[in-house]
Structures are given as structure tokens and as C-alpha cells.
């Protein structure tokens, strides 16, 4: 195959070539910036029948949350996420219109390790198994929030109350 290109074909494919110009493109590219957004992501959500709270030690106790979350891009599609991730959690009682804060994790996505690290190729949501400092988690009202910070400056947001009992939680997945 490389016989039938020939040395100018083949020098101007790499580049070698004295004429050729290599195509850049530059971030206030009206192109990208359109391109971008078809593809990243416009909407995350917490997958409220997934995200729990559960057991890193296997003994039943509620030591960390399994947090869930989908992410959509223009069309509503299931689309990849890139950038700085924050899991909030805090308590919340009846009549209080703010929390106190219990936990707050950053996570990176920034890399296709970390990403291959926390998505589920099958399902295409996100894992994110976060652990307590101050455990058991006990009963109570709480609010999980994430915010998803792009590296457009673009920021993701979703909210998700949920009551604990306080009984047993299932061991974090591996």
C-alpha cells in the first residue's frame, strides 16, 4: 500500500511536506464553540433510585454514599462528562431552609483514566462511591447535590432530598 502512495503523498500526510499547513483551531472558533455544544453536557441528574446510602466496611452501617448520575447532552442523550465534579451532602430539618454541611467531595474528570474509572460503559451513568468521615450516617433528612464545573466555565446543577432510616445499608459495589 505504501508503494502506491509515493513519497510527495506520503511526506505531505506527515507533514514533512515544505507547503503544508496544519489546520489549528482556536477556542473563539464560532465551529467549536457550536460543536461543543452538541456534545457536551447540558443537564446531569442524580439517578434517585440508585444513589444510597451504603457499607464500605460490609458491616451494614452506613459509611459512605453511592452516588449515581446521569448526564445529557442538547439532544437527551447519555452523553460523557469532562471536568470538576462536586458531591455535596447535608442535613436538613423540617422548616430549615439551610443545611449543615456533612461531606463535600471534589472529584477530577479530567482524564480518560478517571473517566474510564467512574463510568459504566453498559449503563453509560456514573459511579461515585464517596465514604464518610464522621460515620455511621445516622437517620434524617438530607440533600445530595452535585454541581459538574465544565472546562467551558459552563456549571451543571441537580438537588436530591431523601429521608434515611437509619437501617442497615448494602455494601458499596467493587
Not at 506520503?10 to 499547513?21: I, V
Not at 447519555?78 to 422548616?95: D, F, N, P, Q, R
Not at 467531595?105 to 465514604?131: C, G, H, N
Request: with cysteine; net charge negative.
Amino acid at each position: 500500500m505504501f508503494k502506491l502512495l509515493g513519497a510527495p503523498v506520503l511526506a505531505g500526510l506527515l507533514g514533512l511536506g515544505g507547503c503544508a499547513k496544519s489546520a489549528s483551531v482556536q477556542a473563539s472558533d464560532p465551529e467549536l464553540a457550536a460543536y461543543l455544544q452538541l456534545i457536551q453536557p447540558q443537564r446531569v441528574e442524580i439517578q434517585r433510585f440508585l444513589t444510597q446510602p451504603v457499607s464500605f466496611a460490609g458491616d451494614g452501617s452506613a459509611d459512605g454514599l453511592e452516588v449515581v448520575l446521569a448526564a445529557y447532552d442538547v439532544s437527551g442523550d447519555l452523553t460523557k462528562i469532562a471536568g470538576t465534579l462536586y458531591i455535596e451532602l447535608t442535613s436538613h430539618k423540617v422548616g430549615d431552609t439551610i443545611g449543615n454541611r456533612l461531606a463535600l467531595w471534589p472529584i477530577e474528570i479530567k482524564t480518560e483514566r478517571a473517566m474510564q474509572l467512574y463510568r459504566d460503559r453498559l449503563s453509560r451513568y456514573y459511579d461515585f462511591p464517596v465514604q464518610l468521615e464522621q460515620r455511621p450516617l445516622p437517620a434524617g433528612q438530607y440533600v445530595l447535590s452535585v454541581w459538574l464545573n465544565l472546562p467551558t466555565g459552563a456549571r451543571l446543577l441537580d438537588e436530591y432530598e431523601f429521608a434515611y432510616e437509619g437501617t442497615g445499608a448494602p455494601p458499596v459495589k467493587p
